[in-house]
């Protein structure tokens, strides 16, 4: 069996740390799906998604580094006029820190609970915000 | 303060309530790959960008495209849900018969603020003795208008209509009319700033971001194709701050902006200043 739920969340700054680790596990828990595994998946290319401790210390270290890899103001040839949107491309920072948190995260469900270690929050992360954001959770067993 | 004299209202949920209008707000304004928002995540945008204020503008393509991008009641709907938020302008296709009709409505019952024409999207030469009544028409209400003017990437659009030196004319003949060459003409700054040097009735805005990064193309255009004291010196009663959304984000410009070197009454003149005078809403 597969169930496909969404949590949408509007970010209100540029660069942005989410926690969704509270409704992922409630939409586990209120699942039909008893034993298998579940997806958290972002439906975007300037936003990641990261299992990580939930602290704010955590949170400034990772996105400073972050900012140290792919700075705003490199130059990047993204920063140009794309036919395909009718705009310019200005967020290439998004997309290089969202290919570096990836796309998704994975863990087991069993008996109808997320199994998973006591300090692993599971966070949607922003980098090209403020917008609304679509993730998908998507839960896959028996 | 700080208000964004150019905005296009096309994605705002508000009024998107048909697939084939906004089907057709997409392919004629070129831009795709967006999908409509509400006013909670317009305004939590501008909130970050601290821009209190954004002018909304229409455009009527009736005769060259068989319709409008926005319409006027669309925009006014917008205007009378947030007017505190909102500025409306009104849009006409100077080849419609009715075109006079038309903004006796948006002005007198629909109380838009100005009017919003594209030369090169709506194919006429701004100098066009065709256009005088419509000039009229906006001096009898003291309505500014904002062109488009330089490059324009809508599809069938053409640049040499909306090149500045087609309003010098317009600015001759009606002094008293305030007009808008939006985006610095861009890539004719130079142009753009002969006129403003020759014409006071003539403003520009900063919504210039064809190439680059924002902060290189702030740079470029501020320090670069203008000398880096131009505005102070001359020109700072005459730009106004417009991001060009959804082609171009109001915080990113801002951001830009905010590391151009200036004096503060020419910034405070470029975010708010200029439009509130623009608009009518502030004595010259």
């Known amino acids: 069996m597969v169930e496909l739920h969404t949590i949408n969340w509007m970010s209100e700054r540029p660069e942005q740390f989410h926690m969704i680790t509270k409704e992922v596990h409630q939409i586990v828990e209120k699942s039909s799906i008893k034993n ?13 998604i990261m299992v990580n401790e939930g602290l704010p210390c955590v949170e400034t270290d990772i996105a400073d580094t972050l900012d140290r890899i792919a700075p705003v103001d490199a130059e990047y040839v993204h920063a140009h006029f794309l036919p395909s949107y009718g705009a310019t491309g200005n967020n290439s920072t998004g997309h290089i820190k969202s290919l570096i948190c990836g796309n998704h995260c994975a863990f087991p ?9 006591g300090a692993q929050d599971i966070y949607i992360i922003e980098f090209d915000g403020p917008q609304t954001r679509k993730i998908y959770v998507e839960i896959i067993g028996e | ?15 998107c309530k048909d697939e084939k209008e906004e089907a057709f707000r997409s392919e004629a304004f070129g831009v795709f790959k967006q999908s409509p928002y509400d006013y909670d995540e317009i305004f939590v945008e501008m909130k970050y ?20 991008i926005v319409s006027n009641e669309q925009v006014a709907k917008i205007a009378a849900d947030y007017p505190e938020r909102f500025i409306g302008f009104a849009s006409v296709d100077p080849r419609r018969s009715d075109a006079l009709e038309i903004l006796d409505y948006a002005f007198s019952t629909l109380k838009l603020e100005g009017l919003k024409l594209n030369p090169a999207k709506q194919h006429f030469y701004p100098n066009d003795k065709m256009m005088d009544p419509i000039y009229k028409k906006c001096l009898e209400y003291n309505k ?7 490059l324009s990437w809508e599809p069938n659009s053409i640049t040499e209509y909306a090149h500045p030196l087609k309003f010098e004319e317009v600015a001759v003949k009606f002094p008293q009319l305030r007009i808008c060459l939006a985006h610095f003409a861009w890539p004719f700054v130079r142009e753009m700033v002969m006129l403003m040097i ?19 193309s702030m740079k470029r255009l501020f320090t670069v194709d203008m000398g880096s004291l131009w ?42 200043r200029n439009a509130l005078r623009f608009i009518g809403r502030e004595e010259f």
């Open chain 1, 36 to 48: 298998g595994m579940v997806l958290i998946v972002t439906a975007h290319t300037t936003t990641g």
């Open chain 2, 231 to 272: 505005v102070d010196r001359a020109l700072h009663k005459q730009i106004m701050f417009g991001s060009n959304g959804p082609r171009f984000r109001q915080f990113k410009l801002l951001r830009a902006l905010e590391q151009i070197p200036m004096r503060e009454t020419s910034r405070d003149n470029i975010y708010y």
């Open chain 1, 109 to 117: 469900v069993i008996n109808g609970k997320i199994v998973c270690g």
């Open chain 2, 49 to 68: 960008a601290k821009v209190d204020m954004a002018a909304l503008l229409p455009l009527d393509v009736t005769t060259t495209e068989g319709g409008v």
């Open chain 2, 144 to 150: 500014p208008i904002i062109f488009h003017a330089g």
């Open chain 2, 1 to 15: 303060m700080i208000i964004d004299m150019h905005v296009h209202p096309i994605y705002y949920k508000a009024i």
């Open chain 2, 198 to 216: 020759k014409y006071s009735n003539v403003y520009t805005d900063t919504s210039v971001l064809y190439l680059d990064s924002p902060e290189e």
